[in-house]
């Protein structure tokens, strides 16, 4: 059974930094598409992050370009997301995603569904002004 399990959200004040991980069971990472969405209080929820990971290339959301950074850990299974200079706007419950293999990639993203592909639980992130 695949499973993710988010960590490292939590509250921090506006420019602050967060490092949130993402733990991979059940599967190991090779050429899938993996993601970060997040989702604020009334808000719909927003793809973030989408990459290919084994050797393809990583695109992030205007909202989070140049302050957001995705990375992964193959030999541990793990995802990562460094989120710098937050903002009150980035509040939210921030969720890690993951499509095996890298047909259909964009597609599952752009759909956003939490009943396609695996998602984890989410963590919580709380920037405060």
């Known amino acids: 059974q695949v499973q993710l399990v988010e960590s490292g959200g939590g509250s921090v004040q506006a420019g602050g930094a967060l490092r949130l991980s993402c733990k991979v069971s059940?599967?190991?990472?090779?050429?899938?598409?993996v993601a970060w969405f997040r989702q604020g209080s009334g808000n719909e929820r927003e793809g973030i992050v989408i990459?290919?990971?084994?050797?393809?290339?990583?695109a992030y959301a205007r909202t989070v370009q140049g302050r957001f950074t995705a990375s992964q850990d193959n030999a541990n299974n793990m995802l990562f997301l460094e989120m710098n200079s937050l903002k009150p706007e980035d509040s939210g419950t921030y969720y890690c995603?993951?499509?095996?293999?890298?047909?259909?990639?964009?597609?599952?993203?752009?759909?956003?569904?939490?009943?396609?592909?695996?998602w984890g639980q989410g963590t919580q992130v709380t920037v405060s002004s």
């Open positions: 995603a993951l499509h095996p293999g890298w047909t259909g990639c964009t597609a599952w993203f752009a759909a956003g569904r939490s009943d396609s592909g695996y």
């Open positions: 059940g599967h190991t990472l090779t050429k899938d598409c």
């Open positions: 990459s290919l990971a084994g050797g393809g290339s990583t």
